[in-house]
């Protein structure tokens, strides 16, 4: 069965700190895979994307993922966490939108 | 830059009304979606439409919810009866011709009393 994993509901890091959010896939076949931002009452922001090629994708906001093919994973990380990254994260996987499926989310507390 | 619009951005309605729930699109895009986040659960797919008709749906999109585009500009999900677990927020989306990923409006937050 195609499902999502973000072990983590909630994670606190300070600011300037490095973050690093998990998250691991079930997929019949390497799908496209996504991270999405949700700040309080906006909507899904587009974060990076991965199809094919270079491993390591860069995405907008300082942020950062590598797709791991033999782990399952595509962990998003950010080098310096600034007190506007404090939102929710979402992993998604899919082949096309009608497709995807969405991980639980992790929501992202950034201390002063 | 382009986005998807939403309206409104917070619905109330009674159960066993009908609601209809606004979207509009990106303006050459051609495969737009319907989502829902019930509080505190993960984003699920409801169903897609192309070219005038659904493409793909989830078992969620029962006989209660229908979708229209019923002008060159917008895109509608319609909920025949709420229910109180109809209380969601529904996220629209669209993609264009290339059909990889999704641009998500801002959301409409349906609470069903």
């Known amino acids: 069965a195609q499902s999502v994993t973000q072990p983590d509901i909630h994670i606190t890091v300070s600011e300037g700190a490095s973050l690093e959010l998990r998250c691991n896939y079930s997929y019949g076949a390497t799908p496209y895979l996504f991270w999405y931002v949700q700040s309080p009452g906006q909507g899904l922001q587009l974060l990076l994307k991965?199809?094919?090629?270079?491993?390591l994708v860069q995405g907008i906001k300082g942020f950062e993922a590598e797709f791991k093919r033999s782990q399952s994973s595509f962990n998003l990380r950010k080098p310096s966490v600034h007190w506007s990254d404090a939102a929710e994260y979402f992993c998604?996987?899919?082949?096309?939108?009608?497709?995807?499926?969405f991980g639980a989310g992790t929501r992202l507390t950034v201390k002063p | 830059e382009p986005e998807v619009t939403q309206t409104p951005s917070h619905q109330v309605t009674q159960m066993g009304q009908e609601v209809i729930l606004r979207c509009v699109p990106i303006s050459n895009h051609l495969y737009f979606y319907w989502y829902r986040q019930i509080l505190g659960q993960k984003v699920e797919f409801l169903v897609s439409f192309y070219n005038n008709e659904i493409s793909e749906k989830s078992e969620i999109f029962d006989d209660q919810f229908s979708v229209e585009r019923p002008d060159g500009s917008n895109f509608t999900l319609k909920i025949r009866s709420t229910k109180l677990e109809d209380s969601a927020m529904y996220f629209c989306?669209?993609?264009?011709?290339?059909?990889?990923?999704?641009?998500f409006g801002q959301g409409t937050r349906l609470t069903v009393v």
């Open positions: 989306a669209s993609s264009g011709t290339g059909r990889t990923e999704a641009f």
């Open positions: 991965y199809f094919s090629g270079d491993t």
């Open positions: 998604a996987v899919g082949h096309h939108p009608g497709d995807m499926r």
